[in-house]
């Protein structure tokens, strides 16, 4: 859950902190104090877009810090606890960008936005990008500004709000469509090419053809081209090589003729001979070492003799090689830099040859399997439609329950699964029991929100339907029905009960009261209804110095200031003996309530 959260000169306030507990938490103070700024910082640890004219004037920068508590036992017992695998997920997020936790456990997040537009995002003590911040806040906080009810009137967000109604009964059937589809469309793609340009890839896979039919017939081996050319470079100096291993060979062991010098083996012979004969015994003790010279010549002298054989004593050897190097080098020249390059090349033209088949059993074969392709994805979303609709039903109903008790007792909802037809120029029409859809990446289904104003009434699209207030307790209603199946996520509501009062708004404290359950739910209202069934009262002060600078700031409220504040919200009665009245019966009503 969220257990803290500062503030540093963003909007009114100058510099604010509040601690936040499980259960309900409200937000409330006068018009213009600063409370929608306790939200936007919200919505900036949410990683929302930084909008440089929220800083303060006079400061520099904005800085906004969460920190947040990460308890998978809580989640299954307590209101404001994470499941556990959101505390795996998290686990890992932090493993991933080395972020730490704190000493106490919890994990500090900070988004600091400054005058000139820049942003920045830190996570435990790590600074991360923006979308770190995101991706971290996303199954923790779920924040719902003023204008974010105006998301429930978009379709994608209406079909969204089912699926996660339905959880685990669509989850892997849209898994399956969009696994299917994906085929489908690939399979299509194929085709389309392979017919819309079968003469062109008939050119192609004759260009293929000719060239692997080029460098199969010179045949290049792995390395050649290198090792060509070092033996070309040894061939260049034959002579040369031979007359230095002849001359030294000759050196050593003598030559053929009668007039060659005396040669090395020769004097060595010689001189252990004169060694042997002489008496004295320290000139026979070097006759060993002349042994060990004599045995290093003979091993020297039979390795030229070995260099000398395998030296080409063909004079085309040359002339065969540089013919070879030549063939090589005409396919470096088409192809790639080095034979290694010529090799991957035609491995790769001989895979796309594979693929561009353009014969009539090629084209059928292909053909076939995108119509198997394509009745899969139509049967993924017949399967996945129908789930929607079996869950519209349900969630239609669970959302009228609670509209009637948000003094809405006559309205109903109605949540309309229709079929998305496809368009003249559809990029993906997909023919489903006989018709043909619109195959979009979230199925062929269009959902709609309908509101029925009482039970006589025709149902129309709530965008259309629902004033503002009843927008918001629409919202609401579906929101306390989602967290029906769900646990832990912290949510954040800013003046959802916007033009309500009466019973209405004591319903919606009820409602709130009755999510708080489950999660940990934060408030800014301005009706004493709400307020009074909170657990935590948190209040924005305005001060206005003597410059005219407004400056706020975040405080709890005790019992007795709580009874004050209520008495505030309550027409503005203030601190008077029918003020705290009104408001002492309010809070013992709503606590009453809560304990029923």
Request: glycine share 10%.
């Amino acid at each position: 859950m969220l257990a803290e959260i500062r503030i540093d000169n963003l909007g009114v306030i100058s510099e604010a902190g509040a601690q936040f507990h499980g259960g309900l938490t409200v937000l409330t103070g006068e018009t213009g104090a600063g409370k929608t700024m306790v939200v936007t910082s919200l919505h900036l640890l949410s990683g929302a877009r930084a909008d440089p004219t929220r800083v303060r004037v006079g400061a520099s920068r904005a800085v906004v810090e969460g920190r947040f508590c990460i308890d998978a036992d809580a989640g299954s017992s307590a209101a404001g606890g994470v499941p556990s695998h959101v505390e795996r997920e998290v686990a890992r997020l932090l493993e991933t960008t080395g972020a730490q936790r704190d000493d106490d456990g919890s994990i500090i997040a900070v988004r600091t936005v400054g005058s000139d537009g820049r942003s920045r995002a830190h996570l435990g003590g790590r600074s991360v990008p923006v979308g770190v911040l995101s991706e971290f806040t996303d199954p923790l906080l779920t924040v719902h500004g003023q204008n974010d009810q105006l998301r429930l009137l978009r379709p994608d967000q209406q079909r969204a709000a089912l699926d996660r109604f339905a959880g685990k009964a669509i989850a892997p059937l849209l898994a399956a469509y969009q696994e299917h589809r994906q085929r489908w469309l690939t399979a299509r793609a194929e085709l389309s090419e392979r017919t819309e340009r079968s003469r062109e890839l008939a050119q192609e896979a004759d260009r293929l053809r000719f060239a692997l039919d080029e460098i199969d017939a010179v045949d290049p081996q792995p390395g050649e081209d290198t090792r060509i050319v070092a033996e070309v470079r040894r061939l260049g100096d034959l002579d040369s090589l031979r007359d230095s291993a002849q001359g030294a060979q000759a050196a050593l062991t003598g030559g053929d003729g009668d007039d060659v010098a005396a040669a090395a083996l020769d004097l060595l012979g010689e001189s252990r001979a004169r060694l042997e004969a002489a008496e004295d015994p320290a000139l026979r003790e070097l006759g060993p070492r002349l042994d060990e010279a004599i045995a290093v010549v003979t091993d020297v002298a039979g390795e030229l003799s070995g260099y000398l054989s395998d030296l080409p004593s063909d004079p085309g050897a040359l002339e065969t090689l540089l013919n070879r190097q030549a063939e090589l080098k005409s396919l470096t020249r088409k192809y790639a830099a080095d034979i290694d390059g010529v090799l991957e090349w035609a491995r790769e033209a001989r895979d796309r040859l594979s693929r561009i088949d353009v014969s009539a059993d090629a084209v059928a074969d292909l053909a076939a399997r995108a119509d198997r392709e394509a009745a899969a994805a139509a049967e993924a979303a017949t399967a996945l439609s129908a789930a929607r609709r079996k869950a519209a039903d349900k969630l239609a109903k669970a959302v009228s329950k609670e509209l009637s008790g948000l003094a809405m007792g006559r309205a109903s909802l109605d949540v309309q699964v229709r079929d998305r037809e496809a368009g003249p120029q559809d990029t993906a029409p997909l023919k489903v029991g006989g018709r043909v859809l619109h195959a979009g990446t979230s199925g062929v289904d269009d959902v709609e929100f309908r509101l029925a104003a009482h039970s006589g009434a025709r149902s129309l699209p709530i965008a259309r339907s629902a004033s503002g207030g009843e927008l918001s307790r629409v919202m609401l209603a579906l929101e306390v029905v989602l967290a029906g199946s769900e646990r832990g996520a912290t949510m954040v509501f800013d003046e959802v009960d916007a033009g309500v009062g009466g019973r209405a708004a004591v319903e919606i404290g009820r409602r709130l009261a009755r999510l708080s359950r489950t999660h940990q739910v934060i408030v800014v209202t301005h009706l004493p209804q709400v307020a009074a069934f909170a657990d935590t009262h948190l209040v924005v002060d305005k001060v206005d110095d003597a410059g005219g600078v407004v400056s706020s700031g975040v405080r709890a409220l005790t019992d007795t200031e709580r009874v004050a504040e209520l008495a505030r919200m309550l027409a503005g009665l203030g601190d008077t003996e029918t003020g705290r009245a009104h408001a002492e019966e309010l809070l013992a009503t709503a606590h009453a309530e809560r304990r029923g």
